[in-house]
């Protein structure tokens, strides 16, 4: 299996633009969560779907951000528009018992 | 409210010395217990897992956790240490059935000296 995979791997931006992150499963698994991680802040969880229906979003930052998942391989999270502060590794898991993590998509919003 | 601690965020050890990192964690029922690993500017992988069973469970790359109800810990431990175990290493709860809402602990990064 290829594992989770996510693109693009870097996304430069500038603010105000729109951003999408992508994130394709493993297949097989029924849930995928999309997180954040800083240096301050750490391992953020913004949003999980269970069988493409979004379960909780509570820890979406604010409503810039948006996340999708119309089939059960493919899920994107939407930023719009972006700010300097969205900057971060943005991490694609999924799982049916066990997370597995994609490599990230490192933005940087200037 | 479940929660996970990862008392050391820094660790540093000497090259082939032994490891052990300390994970507690607060659960209110039989939780699923995991270890992450993440070198930098990479994504997170799975180094084991405890579901049931034996509560000393092996991983990948030399690494074992073994499970104390009693402590409510999950430590990690490898009795050798390479340089290319230079990473961040974080412990996670999640509810059976799960990998589903688990909660991260705060991560130790561990340093090897040659």
């Known amino acids: 299996d290829a594992g989770v995979i996510q693109s693009p791997r870097h996304e430069v931006t500038e603010m105000g633009q729109e951003v999408t992150l992508r994130c394709k499963p493993i297949?097989?698994?029924?849930?995928l969560f999309w997180y954040r991680q800083t240096m301050m802040r750490g391992l953020e969880l913004l949003i999980y779907?269970?069988?493409?229906?979004?379960?909780?979003d509570s820890g979406m930052p604010e409503d810039r951000f948006s996340a999708k998942m119309p089939n059960a391989s493919f899920s994107t999270l939407k930023i719009q528009p972006s700010e300097p502060r969205d900057s971060a590794v943005y991490f694609c898991?999924?799982?049916?018992?066990?997370?597995?993590f994609g490599p990230g998509t490192r933005l940087t919003v200037l | 409210a479940q929660s996970v601690t990862q008392p050391d965020i820094h660790i540093t050890v000497s090259e082939g010395a032994s490891l052990e990192l300390r994970c507690n964690y607060s659960y209110g029922a039989t939780p699923y217990l995991f270890w992450y690993v993440q070198s930098p500017g990479q994504g997170l992988q799975l180094l084991l897992k405890y579901f049931s069973g034996d509560t000393l469970v092996q991983g990948i790359k030399g690494f074992e956790a073994e499970f104390k109800r009693s402590q409510s810990s999950f430590n990690l431990r490898k009795p050798s240490v390479h340089w290319s175990d230079a990473a961040e290493y974080f412990c996670?709860?999640?509810?059976?059935?799960?990998?589903?809402?688990?909660?991260f602990g705060g991560g130790t990064r561990l340093m090897v000296k040659p």
């Open positions: 898991a999924s799982s049916y018992d066990t997370q597995y």
């Open positions: 297949s097989g698994h029924d849930y």
């Open positions: 779907f269970n069988n493409n229906v979004p379960i909780d």
């Open positions: 996670a709860v999640g509810p059976p059935r799960a990998g589903n809402m688990l909660t």
